[in-house]
């Protein structure tokens, strides 16, 4: 069993060692000081930091999904513009008589004095094709 001594020691009550104790005191206190300004500078560095970082990512996700979309756009703006010069087309073609009287046979099956008029249905492609396996 460890029991303590004791020692029968006293302590001197000068001025030397009263100014001693109030310097090491003294230090204690501005030690604790120093590691609670420390210790919250770091939570205030660290939190501010981590504020800025989501922040920055946030903003990072927002314009990745801005050009997403600013890239969706043009590509709806290019097809648009050529279906709108398809249209133009047409519209310039509908100005002409004879576009006009074929687009009448084609679709309505009209026909001229003299004409005899087949339709032969479309060809569609078969599940199972003899060229493509060299039969």
């Known amino acids: 069993m460890n029991v303590p001594r004791r020692t ?12 001693q104790e109030e310097k090491r005191t003294k230090a204690s206190r501005r030690r604790r ?16 930091s981590s504020i800025f970082f989501y922040t920055l990512h946030s903003q990072s996700k927002d314009i990745e999904a801005k050009l997403a979309d600013k890239k969706r756009v043009e590509q709806q703006l290019d097809k648009l513009e050529k279906q709108q010069k398809q249209l133009e ?17 084609k679709k309505y ?27």
């Open 33 to 48: 000081i120093a590691i609670v300004r420390f210790v919250f500078f770091g939570a205030l560095l660290a939190s501010l």
């Open 89 to 105: 087309d047409e519209i310039k073609k509908l100005h002409d008589d004879e576009y006009i009287a074929e687009l009448a046979r």
């Open 109 to 135: 099956y009209l026909s001229k004095e003299g004409e005899i008029i087949f339709v032969v249905p479309e060809k569609k492609s078969a599940p199972y094709d003899a060229d493509k396996f060299g039969h």
């Open 8 to 19: 029968n020691v006293t302590k001197l009550q000068s001025s030397y060692i009263s100014a």
